[in-house]
């Protein structure tokens, strides 16, 4: 089956680094996606691997290791509206989406 | 990147009844996507919405039970049939290129509950 694992709920203080973990295991793999979801609102897209390495969008990050099945989001800087739902969705041999199950991301002063 | 607006935003229907949620995107898309997120989980797809052709059902969702339009490139609609309880969800529409490497945008959600 397909399975996509990332930790259920995160806690971190402003100012600081967090990284938030995604292993999958699909049928094929055609892309990583991270999106944030703040409660109530629609996610929006913050980024995409399809190549292993790191991809750097301002304060945010993404790695990607397909050999491992692994990838992780590296939010810096972390401001107050950072806390959020953070949700990795892997594209498979059939270009469809499957979604993990989302990381709640607590931010404190 | 494409815009899409969904609505209504929220409701609130009696059983039995049915709804229609509408997605409009501001560009032609290839893919559209309606999914349902119950709080506090992550997305569930219902159906692809294929244009000029039946929609395509994953396992668990019936056309009778959730039937679908997709009568252009920009638009779709996705109708709630006969609702019960355990319909109240929010319910997303998404759209993309479909060429593989473009990333998938949603609309702004719908928030059913049933009573």
């Known amino acids: 089956g397909q399975n996509i694992d990332q930790p259920t709920e995160m806690t971190a203080t402003e100012g600081a680094i967090v990284q938030i973990n995604c292993t999958y295991q699909?049928?094929?793999?055609?892309?990583l996606f991270w999106y944030q979801q703040h409660a109530g609102e629609a996610p929006t897209f913050l980024s995409y691997?399809?190549l292993d390495g790191l991809e750097e969008k301002g304060r945010f990050s993404s790695f990607l290791s397909r050999s491992k099945g692994y990838s992780y989001l590296l939010l810096k800087e972390l401001q107050m509206k950072d806390s959020a739902s953070y949700l990795c969705?892997?594209?498979?041999?059939?270009?469809?989406?499957?979604w993990g199950a989302g990381t709640k991301l607590i931010i404190k002063p | 990147s494409a815009v899409i607006s969904q609505k209504p935003s929220r409701d609130i229907c009696q059983r039995g009844t049915s709804l229609t949620i509408q997605c409009q995107v501001d560009?032609?898309?290839?893919?559209m996507f309606w999914y349902r997120q119950q709080p506090g989980q992550s997305l569930t797809l219902i159906a692809t919405?294929?244009?000029?052709?039946?929609?395509?059902?994953e396992s668990g969702f019936v056309i009778d039970k959730f039937p679908i339009s997709r009568p252009n490139l920009t638009f779709s609609t996705l109708t709630v049939s006969n609702m019960s309880p355990e319909d109240s969800s929010i319910y997303l529409c998404?759209?993309?290129?479909?060429?593989?490497?473009?990333?998938?945008?949603f609309g702004q959600g719908t928030r059913l509950t049933v009573v």
């Open positions: 998404s759209a993309g290129r479909g060429d593989g490497i473009t990333e998938a945008f």
């Open positions: 560009s032609q898309v290839t893919m």
């Open positions: 919405a294929n244009q000029g052709s039946e929609a395509t059902y």
């Open positions: 699909t049928s094929g793999f055609n892309g």
């Open positions: 691997n399809v």
């Open positions: 969705a892997v594209r498979d041999s059939n270009y469809q989406l499957i």
